[in-house]
Every structure is written in structure tokens, then in C-alpha cells.
């Protein structure tokens, strides 16, 4: 997961790209980075957050009317300061490009980029590949007469390329911004305009904050591009499959989002809802329903309505730690969740506790909040996930945790319930999952939900699985054995 932003306006686009960027700051903290072009292409990019990598005197350095943002949650090949997006090649007409997503043929290209096309790539980041194949499919056009129907061509034969999710934005030099999809957009990707100009974001919220009303999102299997005068223009290149990761409706993307037409706060209320169903079936009764911040608040809320249960706020989150640093051992683990959340008393203590959570990754942090909670003097402490088990790696991007990490891989309901120390733990359904997303019929059918059922909506050989496990297990080892090691708290 990743955020990007591209913005084509009459003026400077900078302090525009700089306040997106803290927006979209939640999908990805790992990197960040903005490519202005005013003629020249001026770049910034480093580690870090979006106010840690940029400051008043490099935000000075960098201007221009057209402008890409990025932050980075690290996907293949794991976080160097080489990997952190915009790349640039020079040819044809200079190009700078930004993706959110992961290719799962990016070993392959990579190779091929070398040996075929004689392409030198100098990250690990699968950016640089698309920005390559891009380059090299563009310079097949006649560029003398470059319109916008010979990005488009050349997008179409990239999308033939490259396999996996994708969601891309790219300044091609003066001739303007080209933004594209997968076919089943995977990815979100949505675009607004005001009187000056065009952007495009990742998800809502960014465009609003910016003051751009909101026009579609982009299509699955579609390609824009918006020259620099602002006139539109728009193809559907392939037929659009939809299979959208479930997940950011689930976690990632901000309460205040619409993606795809569906408001994330909703979903995550009628999510709530669909738990206090399965609640119901296994028969739970609570005094109390707390929701596991932040995220997970929507849901206890609609959850606790739904079951005529009162809802507090009895964990309160330090908001200024942000992340979980890795600490080997349990105690200082143990500590690292403790630093991060603290129980109100008053609203646990001789009660039934049911709390709610987004999802259950690896189970550390469930099993610390569940003692946490019963040392502040809980009667009994339910533990509620209101997305089903996670069993599968994502292969699109989303650096969960490999395979191997996951504790419900291998492992019942009830021997997740003893490990966790809860009284009982309810996980929301498959169908549960997606019909609270899904808000109705016809959105049924439309969402990719590999990590819960195994189902990739793409062909996946059991060597591109090996490879990319690999990969994001070297990433893993570098994360943890680096000094300032930090792991995304998810
Ligand atoms: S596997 Fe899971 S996280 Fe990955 S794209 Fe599909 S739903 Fe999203």
C-alpha cells in the first residue's frame, strides 16, 4: 500500500503536493517523495515521514505547475532511500512516474528490461520497472506527432507487460500527466478538478482536503491523460473486471474516503453490524463493547448498537507513537503495545468485555491488549475481528506479514482463542465480509479477498509466490537488523 497524488494546475503545485501528501500520510510512512516539473524535473525523496523528508528550504527548491507525491509503505525490496518513488528516465521526453501496487512479474521484467531492451535499473523498487516499460513502449510511437492516443497505445502494451496490481501516474515531460489502472483495479485510484486544474489521488479525502471536487474514480483497465492546458482526454483500454482490495475498505484507507463508490466509514459501520450477527449466533453477551483504536471504532460503534450493548472508549492510544518499533523478546514487546495503549479502569473493571479490532495478524498485540485488558480488572474478555481469519500473503502490495507469520495459517478458532487469552473470539465471516462492503447485490463478486479465502483474481505460479515470500522476507531481516529498524504496526 501506497499513496499517490498528481496534480496539473495553472500555478505552483508544491505546497498543494506537500498538504496531499500529509493526507495520504496513513498509507505509507516508510517514504516520501515529490517530482515538480516546470520545464525541468525537481525532485525530493527520502526515508521517512512526509514532515521529516521535506522542509521549508527543500520545499522552496522544487517548483513547477504539474507535480507527483508519493509515500511509501514497503512492499518488493523493502526500503532503501534508492527505492522511495518518483523514478525518472530521461527518454522519451524525460518521464517521472509514481505507482501504488506491486507487479508480480517483477523479477522477470527486471531480467527482461536488461537483456531485451539493454534497460540498466538501479532500484529494487517495481516503480522503476513499470517507468521503464513505459519508456520503452512510448518510444515505439511515432513521437513527432506524440498526442494523446499514443500514450495510450503505449499504455495498452504495457498493461500486457506487466502483471499484478497497479494504480500508475506519470509527467510525461511538457506533454502533460498520464494516469492508469489495472484491469481489475486492484489498486484505488479517483481524480477531481477545480478551475485551474486537474488531481489525482489515491483516495478521496486527499482531493477534498485540496480543495478538488471529486469526478470519478479512475476505471479499472483505464487510461487518462491531461495535458498541460487541462484538456481531458480518456480511454478504456481493456474491459474493467473489477476485483478491489478489500482490505482498504477493511483498514487501510481513511474513514472519510469514498473509494470506489463505497464510503469507507460506511462499510466499516455496516461491518460492525454483520459481527453482531455472528455475535448473536454464538451467543455473546457483553456489558461493554470497546473498540481497539483507531480504526475499529466505526465498527464497535454500529456493533454495540446493533446488540444493545453500551460502547466506551476504554483504550486510550498514545497518538504520537505512531508505530510499533520491532523489539525482540516479550517483555519489551509487551512493552512497545503498553507505551502505545492504555486501559481506562473504570470503564473495564467487573465487566464483560467485548472488544472489537480490524483484523488479527500475527496475534501478539491481540494477546497483550486481551491481558491488558484483563488486568484493569475485566470480568471476561471477548475478542471480536470484524474481518474473517487472514490466512493468505497478499501478493498485490500489502506487506502483512509472509505466509509463515500469519496465526491463523494453521490454527483453529479455538486454539487462536487460547493463544490470544480471550474467553471467546469471534471472527467475522467470509460472506459477512463481503456483503458489509459490498452494501448491496450488485457489488457482490467485485472485490479481491485473497488474504481471506486464497482466491487470487490474478495467475499466480507457485514460483512468483516462493519469490516474492523471499523477497519480503529479506526485507523483514533488513528492517529488523537495521539501527533505526521499525515494523508497520498493522
Ligand atoms: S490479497 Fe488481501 S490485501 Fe492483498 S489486494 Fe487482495 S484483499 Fe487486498
Known amino acids: 500500500m501506497c499513496g499517490i497524488l498528481g496534480i496539473v494546475d495553472g500555478e505552483d503545485v508544491v505546497r498543494q503536493l506537500y498538504a496531499g501528501l500529509m493526507t495520504l500520510q496513513h498509507r505509507g510512512q516508510d517514504a516520501a517523495g515529490i517530482m515538480a516539473y516546470d520545464g525541468r524535473f525537481n525532485l525530493k525523496k527520502g526515508n521517512g515521514l512526509v514532515r521529516d523528508v521535506f522542509n521549508a528550504k527543500n520545499l522552496a527548491r522544487l517548483r513547477g505547475p504539474t507535480g507527483l507525491g508519493h509515500v511509501r509503505y514497503p512492499t518488493v525490496g523493502g526500503g532503501g532511500a534508492d527505492d522511495a518513488q518518483p523514478f ?27 537483456r531485451r531492451d539493454f534497460r540498466h535499473l538501479d532500484s529494487t523498487c517495481d516503480a522503476e520497472v513499470i517507468l521503464n516499460v513505459l519508456a520503452d513502449e512510448l518510444s515505439r510511437e ?3 506527432h506524440f498526442s494523446p492516443q499514443s500514450a495510450f497505445r503505449a499504455v495498452r ?5 506487466i502483471e499484478g496490481a497497479y494504480s500508475v501516474l506519470a509527467i510525461v515531460g511538457s506533454k502533460g500527466m498520464l494516469a492508469f489502472r489495472d484491469p481489475l483495479g486492484i489498486k484505488p485510484a479517483i481524480f477531481g ?63 472519510d474516503s469514498v473509494i470506489d463508490g463505497l464510503s469507507v466509514y460506511e462499510t466499516r459501520l455496516r461491518l460492525g453490524q454483520e459481527l453482531a450477527n455472528v455475535c448473536r449466533e454464538q451467543g455473546i453477551s457483553a456489558d461493554v463493547v470497546i473498540p481497539v483504536p ?10 454495540a448498537a446493533a446488540l444493545g450493548v453500551t460502547f466506551r472508549e476504554g483504550l486510550i492510544k498514545n497518538r504520537y507513537i505512531g508505530r510499533t518499533f520491532i523489539m525482540p523478546g516479550d517483555r519489551l514487546r509487551r512493552a512497545s503495545v503498553r507505551h502505545k495503549l492504555n486501559p481506562i479502569k473504570s470503564e473495564i473493571a467487573g465487566k464483560r468485555v467485548l472488544l472489537v479490532d480490524d483484523s488479527i495478524v500475527r496475534g501478539n498485540t491481540s494477546r497483550e491488549i486481551v491481558s491488558m485488558v484483563r488486568e484493569a480488572g475485566a470480568k471476561e474478555v471477548y475478542f471480536g475481528s470484524y474481518s474473517p481469519a487472514l490466512r493468505y500473503p497478499c501478493v498485490y502490495g500489502i506487506d502483512m506479514s509472509t505466509r509463515g507469520e500469519f496465526i491463523a495459517r494453521d490454527k483453529s478458532t479455538d486454539q487462536i482463542e487460547q493463544m ?14 463481503e456483503s458489509g ?10 472485490f ?16 512468483v509466490f516462493a519469490t516474492i515470500e523471499q523477497e519480503r522476507n529479506l526485507a523483514h531481516t533488513r528492517l529488523a537488523s537495521a539501527p533505526d529498524g521499525e515494523e508497520q504496526d498493522f
Open 88 to 114: 525518472y528516465v530521461n527518454a522519451p521526453f524525460g518521464i517521472s512516474l509514481i505507482h501504488n501496487g506491486n507487479l508480480t512479474n517483477y523479477s522477470a521484467l527486471k531480467d527482461e528490461l536488461y
Open 142 to 144: 511515432q513521437l513527432r
Open 157 to 161: 502494451r504495457v498493461s500486457v507487460r
Open 193 to 255: 478538478r477545480n478551475e485551474d486544474g486537474w488531481a489525482f489521488a489515491s483516495e478521496s479525502v486527499a482531493l477534498d482536503v485540496l480543495g478538488y471536487e471529486v469526478q470519478r474514480d479512475v476505471r479499472p483497465g483505464e487510461a487518462i491523460f491531461v495535458d498541460p492546458e487541462g484538456s481531458f482526454h480518456s480511454e478504456q483500454l481493456f474491459p474493467p473486471r473489477p476485483r478491489h482490495c478489500i482490505f482498504e475498505w477493511v483498514y487501510f484507507a481513511r474513514p
Open 294 to 303: 483507531d480504526t475499529a471504532r466505526a465498527a464497535a460503534l454500529s456493533l
Open 420 to 433: 490470544i487469552g480471550a474467553d471467546r473470539l469471534i471472527y467475522q465471516t467470509i460472506r459477512g465480509l
Open 437 to 446: 462492503v459490498a452494501g448491496g447485490e450488485e457489488r457482490l463478486g467485485t
Open 448 to 463: 479481491c479477498m485473497a488474504c481471506f479465502d486464497g482466491h487470487y483474481p490474478t495467475e499466480i505460479s507457485k514460483k
